[in-house]
């Protein structure tokens, strides 16, 4: 087999243990290929591997059978999202993306079961509903949950899942990892991602050396953290507050100015309080 086509057959495998699918229009934009030529490298892929898709008219698409299930070596989900050129943004890069919308703090790390987030990489993409089950600290029994998904977040250790909770009533982050159980489609979602406020809020993050400091230290804290006039501004959306202050280590007060190093200013902890856990 060609190198180029190892390559294709890759992606086509990748994308298949996350999304259960794939068509001719994931290969064509992938590789900017003709619509025909990707049709061909399906059909190349089906001639050396029969037994790993089917087709489905209903879904236009080649579906995973359990043979593929059960004998393909799953990627990590770092790498189908690399695969499908979808850029993990940082809190700073607002732009959104047209297909599966992810936000990331910084770099992947855990694993999470494919079967488990097909349906939701659907709903997404197609702004559907999904009543699927989910685990909490507060319900150690999965309990079926109906949520509106629109975006993925990956906090530096965690993957989440941002939704409207029909139960709650309100947009939620629920772990990635905490889904369980058939997934039934419940159709179009109605509470979209231009209805989550805090989503569609913008707030700015300052950040500043710790004043426990002397001035020499300060000065190599606001070189680190490049710093400009002894302040540096991270632009990002309300939901994601919390996490970026975790992955700055700035989420507690810690009771050296070592351990701390940076701190939010005064005007920028009061701006943002709103949008933090509250206390009990």
């Known amino acids: 087999m060609s190198k ?7 992606f086509i495998e990748s994308v298949v243990s996350w999304e259960g699918q794939i068509n001719a229009t994931h290969l064509a934009t992938k590789f900017q290929l003709s619509r025909q030529a990707a049709s061909t490298v399906l059909q190349q892929y089906r001639d050396k591997f029969p037994k790993n898709l089917l087709y489905n008219q209903s879904n236009k698409a080649f579906i995973a059978t359990v043979e593929f299930d059960n ?12 695969a ?34 097909r349906p939701i990489l659907r709903a997404i993409r197609e702004k559907l509903a999904i009543d699927i089950g989910y685990i909490s600290l507060s319900s ?30 309100q947009f939620r982050d629920f772990t990635l990892s905490r889904f369980n159980g058939e997934a039934e489609f419940e159709g179009k979602a109605t509470h979209l991602s231009a209805l989550d406020e805090n ?14 400091f002397n001035e020499q230290q300060k000065r ?47 005007n920028s902890r009061k701006c943002i309080a709103p949008y933090l856990p509250q206390p009990g």
């Open 71 to 82: 004998n393909t070596q799953l990627t990590d989900f770092s790498d189908y999202l690399t």
């Open 4 to 10: 180029e086509n190892n390559v294709r057959f890759n």
């Open 140 to 169: 150690p029994d999965y309990l079926d949950r109906i949520i509106q998904p629109h975006a993925l977040i990956f906090d530096g250790l965690r993957w989440h899942v941002r939704a409207y909770c029909n139960k709650n009533q």
């Open 84 to 117: 499908v050129s979808i850029s993990h943004q940082s809190t700073a890069n607002l732009k959104q993306n047209v297909d599966v919308c992810v936000f990331e703090v910084e770099a992947p790390l855990r694993n999470i079961n494919p079967i488990q987030v």
């Open 220 to 266: 190599i804290i606001e070189q680190d953290f490049q710093m400009e006039n002894g302040q540096k501004t991270i632009t990002t959306r309300a939901a994601l507050v919390n996490y970026l202050l975790r992955r700055l280590h700035i989420d507690s007060y810690k009771n050296t100015p070592e351990e701390q190093q940076i701190v939010l200013t005064y």
């Open 199 to 212: 989503w569609q809020t913008i707030v700015d993050v300052v950040i500043e050396a710790d004043p426990r």
